[in-house]
């Protein structure tokens, strides 16, 4: 059974600050990986994609990753009370289906 | 730009009865993927379909079954539902064929089922 590990939290960082969220995957062989943010009572929404080792920058969110370590992180700069929500890490197994992390909830405090 | 939606938005069902479940892909997609997520767990994957056809399968049983239809919306049927159905069921909408190195997925804002 592939897996998909996150530390459930909650990760609470002060307003302003970087938020540092972190992922690891069993699958050697997943090729593509994302994050995803999800609201209490919504659904979850796409944030980033990242296929390639290394770092990916959009906006105040930064994904890395590395594939020989088998991890991923999620880093948000200048984090706000608005971005309080729980963040999903998805990974590919094979070519099309998502495996999941169970999340990590994060608590920016005003 | 038309998102992904579907339909109920709640839904309260027996144990033992049937259940179906719509989604309307986002604009320009083409796959449907279905997904189960309980309280405090991350979204399981239950199928996806493409083309007409169920193109990968995750380990959910028989009970769960779907459909495409020509213009891509899709149903996703439950049989003989179980208490342990209840969950937030997602539909996500993708390209069907690989586009920057791979398929993002855009999720709908779900259909909450409870089973009494």
């Known amino acids: 059974q592939k897996e998909v590990e996150q530390n459930s939290g909650p990760l609470s960082v002060p307003e302003g600050a970087i938020a540092s969220l972190n992922c690891t995957y069993s699958?050697?062989?997943?090729?593509?990986f994302f994050w995803y943010r999800q609201y209490s009572g919504k659904s979850p929404e796409l944030i980033m994609s990242?296929?390639?080792?290394g770092d990916k920058e959009d906006g105040r969110f930064t994904a890395q990753l590395n594939k020989a370590s088998q991890y991923v992180s999620l880093l948000i700069r200048d984090s706000q009370p608005s971005d309080s929500a729980t963040y999903l890490c998805?990974?590919?197994?094979?070519?099309?289906?998502?495996?999941f992390g169970t999340g990590t909830r994060l608590k920016v405090l005003a | 730009d038309a998102g992904v939606t579907q339909s109920p938005t709640h839904l309260i069902k027996t144990r033992g009865q049937q259940v179906t479940l719509r989604c309307s892909p986002k604009?320009?997609?083409?796959?449907v993927s279905w997904y189960q997520q309980a309280l405090g767990q991350g979204p399981q994957f239950i199928f996806q379909?493409?083309?007409?056809?169920?193109?990968q399968r995750g380990n959910f049983p028989d009970r769960f079954s779907g459909h495409q239809f020509p213009n891509y919306s899709s149903e996703l049927n439950v049989n003989a539902l179980l208490l342990g159905d209840s969950a937030l069921y997602l539909c996500a909408s993708s390209w069907g064929r690989l586009y920057a190195g791979g398929y993002e997925q855009y999720f709908g804002p779900g259909t909450r089922l409870t089973v009494t």
């Open positions: 604009s320009g997609h083409d796959t």
């Open positions: 699958d050697r062989g997943s090729q593509s």
């Open positions: 990242i296929y390639s080792n």
């Open positions: 379909y493409y083309e007409e056809e169920e193109r």
């Open positions: 998805a990974v590919t197994e094979g070519t099309y289906k998502y495996i």
